[in-house]
């Protein structure tokens, strides 16, 4: 459970549409991650809030390949 509030707490961004869609992430998929995906979804949650916005609204496609698949999910969430 501590690992959940870290990350929930990693969630709270600038952006308020963004704070909104991870939130709803965390809350409905992450217990469903697996650590591969745990890890991507980290190495997301590093990227400033212009840059993930637009790779979850697919305005800019994913650089990375190793995060597409949490993307996705994310897109799914919005």
């Known amino acids: ?3 959940v509030e870290r990350v929930r707490w990693r969630c709270r961004r600038g952006l308020l549409e963004l704070d909104i869609v991870l939130g709803r992430f965390v809350e409905q998929h992450y217990a469903s991650l697996n650590k591969a995906q745990q890890d991507a979804l980290d190495v997301l949650l590093d990227m400033p809030d ?5 790779m979850i609204t697919n305005t800019q496609p ?12 994310l897109m799914q969430t919005v």
């Open 1 to 3: 459970m501590k690992e």
């Open 50 to 54: 212009p840059t993930l916005w637009d």
């Open 62 to 73: 994913s650089p990375l390949q190793s995060e597409q698949c949490v993307v996705l999910k």
